[in-house]
Structures are given as C-alpha cells and as structure tokens.
C-alpha cells in the first residue's frame, strides 16, 4: 500500500507564499505522474498542477498558471507546489496524488492539508 502525507498547509494573507510537500512511502512506487488537487467548502475537486515523474514536464490549471509551481525530488518520492501572490480563492484542502504506472488515473491519495488565505 501506498501512503501520502503532505505537509506545508497554514493560514497566510493574500500575497503571501507558502510551499507544500508530499511524501510517498509504502511498497515499492512506481508512478506516471504526481499531482496536486484542491477542494474547497462546497465546491467539487479541482486539478491545480501535476508533474510527469519521469520526464519532469509540468501542468497547470489556468487559476494558478504563473504564480504556482510544482517540482519533485525523485530519490525522496516527494513532490512540491511552491504557491505564490495567493488569493482567497486559492484557500482549499489540498490533496497530492499519484498515478502508479498501469494506472489510468489518479490511484493513490492523501489527507491533504488545508491553506487558508485572508484577504
């Protein structure tokens, strides 16, 4: 089994940055690609970013197209949204996941952790 923590979530104010982290541990993983989704109060989940575990390429929802960015460190099996200039309307519980290989979605998740952004 493959288990997700994240870690890096808090309470910021508008315009501030924060940088979360995602570590996967368990039985041997190999993964396509990790990502980051969010869901805030009310609202279904959305994809904010994702990274191909092997070759690197990254994408982006457009909400956050140049102020987030996402990176990994493959020996750790860890992955990072640095978020920059936050919104309000970036404040969510947000999730890491991974798509193992042979997988045609995303199959393993985490707990997520929540960020808050004040105006």
């Known amino acids: 089994q493959v288990q997700l923590r994240e870690s890096g979530g808090g309470l910021v104010q508008a315009g501030d940055s924060l940088r979360l982290s995602c570590t996967a541990s368990?039985?041997?993983?190999?993964?396509?690609?990790m990502g980051w989704f969010r869901q805030a109060p009310g609202k279904e989940r959305e994809f904010v970013a994702s990274?191909?575990?092997?070759?690197?390429?990254?994408y982006y929802a457009d909400s956050v197209k140049g102020r987030f960015s996402i990176s990994r460190e493959r020996a750790r099996y860890t992955t990072y949204l640095q978020m920059n200039s936050l919104k309000p309307d970036d404040t969510a519980v947000y999730h890491c996941?991974?798509?193992?290989?042979?997988?045609?979605?995303?199959?393993?998740w985490g707990q997520g952790t929540q960020v808050t952004v004040s105006s």
């Open positions: 996941a991974v798509q193992s290989v042979g997988a045609t979605e995303y199959n393993h």
């Open positions: 368990g039985r041997t993983l190999s993964a396509v690609a």
């Open positions: 990274i191909r575990w092997s070759g690197g390429t990254t």
